[in-house]
């Protein structure tokens, strides 16, 4: 299949150009869009047959479900056969944006997009290209991360391509994506609701709407069998074994630099994914390694802007893993705030190499 990438302008999108887009949509076909958070592969949710596709084209497991987006709050009551006050007050202090909510599903989702669950996922964007689409598609899409699964989620449409040419319709190239890693998971069909999934909406933000959220891990141990479903399996994961060093930043610092010989003197390539401070600390140990080739730096924000560090976490992994490293060493940012989101996608791609320093 032929994927056509449409250029749009993400503050004015051409009203045409997101007009085929919609088409496809509406026409059972698949759509890479730009949201707030990173790009999604949607599909109407109410065509089982479209939804199977996105399964497909991503290489995706069927247990895995999709969330469904809606272009305004009304259009959930055709998703969710119930809706508590409180996911209600979140719903309207946060959305449109970088939230999704788990309720209790309306029939006529499909099995295919819940993966069989008798609940389902939602959220309402704010991107303008990704409202312009749903309101234009008339109809809820369903969307995962527009990426191959496992691999980190894409921030840019040339990630999508990266990943996916060939294997979808339409990408919507509106720029690189505000937010950087996916939304906010809270679900209300447990008492008292869950955070599943730390996301761009921090939990110090949910709890002054709803301050009974808490999040995976202060569940205890009846909750731990809970987790999103999608969060068990390996994701957000470079190529690259990537090794997350946590703690103080000069303690971290000096065991990347100690471990990075090590790895250079018997041959290996290594890449390193660290805030900017981090880098600039590191700099006069590794420059001698750097002109060897042995070693490539990638900077991810910074340690005293979360927000940055977001943003430019994804696309960091994906240019390591384009130089061809074999191992990626990373230090961790603090996880307050939006740190809390950085630190989950960095400590799943990690898969259990958490070194605590
Ligand atoms: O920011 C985002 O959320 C992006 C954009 C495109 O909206 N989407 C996204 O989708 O990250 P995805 O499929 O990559 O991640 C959705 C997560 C998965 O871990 C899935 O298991 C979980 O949401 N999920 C979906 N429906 C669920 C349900 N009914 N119950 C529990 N978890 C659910
Ligand atoms: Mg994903």
Redesign the pocket.
């Known amino acids: 299949m032929d994927t056509r990438v449409l250029k749009v302008d993400p503050s004015q999108p051409d009203p045409s150009v997101v007009e085929e887009a919609a088409r496809a949509i509406r026409g059972g076909q698949l759509v890479a869009f730009p949201?707030e958070?990173?790009?999604?592969l949607g599909a109407n949710a109410f065509d089982p047959v479209a939804v199977a596709k996105i399964f497909e084209a991503k290489g995706r497991p069927a247990t895995?479900?999709?969330?469904v987006?809606s272009a305004h709050i009304g259009q959930l009551s055709m998703c969710a056969s119930q809706v508590p006050p409180a996911a209600r007050q979140l719903g309207l202090a946060f959305w449109a944006g970088?939230l999704?909510i788990?309720l209790p599903k309306q029939p006529q989702i499909s099995d295919s997009v819940?993966a069989g669950?008798p609940?389902?996922?939602l959220?309402v964007?704010s991107h303008r290209v990704a409202r312009a689409l749903l309101e234009m598609a008339g109809v809820p899409v369903a969307?995962?991360?527009?990426n191959r699964f496992s691999r980190p989620?894409p921030t840019t449409a040339a990630h999508v391509v990266a990943d996916l040419d060939g294997r979808i319709d339409v990408v919507l190239d509106g720029g690189a994506t505000d937010i950087g890693l996916?939304?906010t998971?809270v679900?209300f069909t447990v008492d008292p609701p869950v955070m599943?999934?730390p996301?761009?909406l921090t939990l110090e933000q949910i709890r002054r709407v709803v301050p009974e959220v808490v999040a995976v891990s202060e569940q205890g141990s009846a909750g731990v069998a809970q987790v999103?479903?999608?969060?068990l399996t390996r994701h957000y994961a470079p190529q690259a074994a990537l090794t997350l060093y946590m703690g103080a930043a000069h303690l971290a610092v000096a065991r990347v630099a100690a471990d990075t010989r090590t790895l250079a003197a018997r041959g290996a390539r290594v890449g390193i994914l660290a805030p900017e401070e981090d880098l600039r600390a590191l700099a006069p140990e590794l420059a001698p390694l750097a002109a060897t080739g042995r070693v490539e730096v990638q900077p991810y924000g910074s340690r005293s802007d979360p927000e940055r560090s977001a943003r430019e976490l994804f696309a960091g992994l994906r240019a390591l893993d384009a130089c061809g490293v074999s191992y990626i060493l990373a230090t961790a940012i603090d996880a307050g705030g939006l740190g809390l989101a950085v630190v989950d996608r960095l400590t799943r791609a990690a898969e259990g190499r958490v070194r605590k320093v």
């Open positions: 949201t958070t990173v790009y999604g895995d479900p999709l969330i987006h970088p999704t788990i819940t669950l609940s389902v996922a959220r964007p969307a995962p991360s527009a989620s996916e939304s998971i679900d599943r999934r996301g761009g999103a479903p999608g969060q």
